[in-house]
């Protein structure tokens, strides 16, 4: 997975006009805030610093690429979910990412992040129902997955696995661990087939 090691920021974008060129494939992360999205980026891109860590909550956010190889993206969406921002900021940030989903030939795939132990909230499952219409795929990863037990991670996987599927067909769930590195792996191949241009998930093991 090389590819992602060498991810470089490329662009931040706050209005569609600053998008960078909708041109070859880029994979999207989106989550609440908080969720563990950073870290997560971070741990699929083996980066320590890649997308930041500790961010103010409410702070004007951006949507960030990273290039992982020429024409392969990262795409790091603006977290939701803050209790004290604005109505403007949130029309603002649905405009945004509305457009983004609804235009961007590029985009290939989300990966949704979302904390295990609070599982699929319904502002996930909104932006889950937004993107379906894409009919492109999508892997939500329940992070933070080595605060659980293995009984009680097994079941939260099973609880988001059933929800998920009435908002997107195409989503599959995993679990996920920036700090265990649980499902680090998986996730990688998962987002390089997308890049690649290959939206069936790779067979276990290959
Ligand atoms: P973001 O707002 O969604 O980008 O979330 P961050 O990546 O900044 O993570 C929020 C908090 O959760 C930070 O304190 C992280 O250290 C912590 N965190 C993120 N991922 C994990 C994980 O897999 N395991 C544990 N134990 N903590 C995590």
């Excluded at 090389?2 to 974008?13: K, L, M, Q, T, V």
């Excluded at 992360?29 to 860590?53: D, E, P």
Aim: proline share 4%; hydrophobic share 40%.
């Amino acid at each position: 997975m090389a590819e992602f090691r060498n991810a470089r920021f490329i662009a931040s974008a706050h209005e569609t006009h600053e998008l960078p060129p909708d041109v070859g494939h880029e994979v999207a992360f989106a989550g609440r805030s908080n969720a563990g999205k950073s870290s997560a980026i971070n741990a699929i891109a083996q980066r320590r610093q890649l997308a930041f860590v500790s961010k103010t909550p409410g702070r004007t956010q951006t949507v960030n690429f990273f290039e992982c190889a020429p024409q392969r993206r990262l795409v790091d969406l603006p977290g939701y979910g803050y209790a004290s921002v604005s109505r403007t900021e949130r029309a603002h940030w649905e405009r945004l990412i509305g457009t983004y989903f609804s235009q961007r030939a590029s985009l290939k795939g989300l990966i949704l992040i979302a904390d295990a132990r609070r599982g699929v909230g319904s502002l996930d499952e909104q932006l889950l129902r937004w993107y379906a219409s894409s009919g492109d795929p999508v892997l939500v990863l329940l992070t933070k997955s080595d605060k659980l037990a293995r009984t009680a991670a097994a079941k939260a996987l099973i609880a988001a696995a059933t929800l998920v599927k009435h908002c997107s067909p195409a989503a599959t769930v995993e679990l996920f661990s920036a700090v265990s590195g649980v499902g680090v792996r998986a996730a990688q191949m998962r987002i390089s087939a997308w890049l690649d241009g290959n939206k069936k998930p790779p067979v276990k093991g290959e």
